[in-house]
């Protein structure tokens, strides 16, 4: 059963939390962005979870709280540790909220694995924690990560070459992650549709980009 009360709970601290940092309060736009994928890997891990037969609920929590630790000032090395900084921040909230503990052990060892496949503390690369990565890593291939890629890159200041070049490349690195491991069936299915549509993206690209400078056979 999905505890929508947890799950409110969850959502109220983590924006106190974000809410509260330093650099996020500061910097809208940061938080906003960090609040959206934030939500949008909850909805992936919640679909996996209800496919696969995890705990949905403690899922969600999962994915909420898997990039809490934005809420601190990141130091040498922080994005890769913030996987590890955010399982800490995260398991006295998970305490407090009277979750079994070996749901807690999960959530906590998933959340600290997402970023680099590493943690601090012993723990099993179960399916549910594993697929708190999976999540995450999905939700980088989307519509609105197509748009943010391109106009972070500059697309439109480049080139034709460096436009076709750009293209190119991205087709080449897609394929390439087209085998990369995923924790269960379905997120191995839901990375495949995300990917696909990516790389018809980017053939469509290269190809119009190849039309638009001679009559082509």
């Given at each position: 059963?999905?505890?929508?009360?947890?799950?409110?709970?969850?959502?109220?601290?983590?924006?106190?939390?974000?809410?509260?940092?330093?650099?996020?309060s500061?910097?809208?736009?940061?938080?906003?962005?960090?609040?959206?994928?934030?939500?949008?890997?909850?909805?992936?891990?919640?679909?996996i979870?209800?496919?696969?037969g995890?705990?949905?609920?403690?899922?969600?929590?999962?994915?909420?709280?898997?990039?809490?630790?934005?809420?601190?000032?990141?130091?040498?090395?922080?994005?890769?540790?913030?996987?590890?900084?955010?399982?800490?921040?995260?398991?006295?909230?998970?305490?407090?909220?009277g979750?079994?503990?070996?749901?807690?052990?999960?959530?906590?060892?998933?959340?600290?694995?997402?970023?680099?496949?590493?943690?601090?503390?012993?723990?099993?690369?179960?399916?549910?924690?594993?697929?708190?990565?999976?999540?995450?890593?999905?939700?980088?291939?989307?519509?609105?990560?197509?748009?943010?890629?391109?106009?972070?890159?500059?697309?439109?200041?480049?080139s034709?070459?460096?436009?076709?070049?750009?293209?190119?490349?991205?087709?080449?690195?897609?394929?390439?992650?087209?085998?990369?491991?995923?924790?269960?069936?379905?997120?191995?299915?839901?990375?495949?549709?995300?990917?696909?549509?990516?790389?018809?993206?980017?053939?469509?690209?290269?190809?119009?980009?190849?039309?638009s400078?001679?009559?082509?056979?």
């Open positions: 059963m999905f505890d929508k009360e947890l799950v409110r709970k969850t959502e109220e601290f983590l924006k106190d939390r974000f809410d509260a940092g330093t650099y996020l500061s910097h809208p736009e940061a938080k906003a962005y960090r609040l959206e994928h934030t939500y949008r890997v909850a909805n992936i891990g919640r679909d979870a209800a496919k696969e995890f705990d949905e609920t403690g899922m969600v929590i999962a994915c909420l709280l898997h990039d809490v630790s934005y809420c601190e000032e990141f130091g040498e090395n922080g994005w890769k540790e913030h996987g590890r900084a955010s399982a800490r921040i995260a398991r006295l909230f998970l305490e407090e909220l979750l079994k503990e070996d749901l807690i052990e999960d959530i906590c060892y998933g959340i600290a694995i997402h970023v680099d496949d590493e943690a601090d503390f012993p723990g099993e690369k179960t399916p549910f924690a594993l697929t708190v990565g999976d999540a995450d890593n999905i939700d980088r291939f989307d519509v609105y990560r197509i748009h943010e890629g391109l106009a972070c890159d500059g697309f439109l200041e480049k034709y070459d460096e436009k076709l070049e750009y293209a190119e490349k991205r087709l080449e690195r897609l394929n390439q992650l087209k085998s990369f491991p995923m924790g269960t069936e379905t997120a191995g299915a839901l990375w495949q549709e995300r990917l696909s549509f990516y790389i018809s993206f980017y053939e469509k690209l290269a190809d119009q980009l190849k039309h400078r001679e009559i082509t056979e």
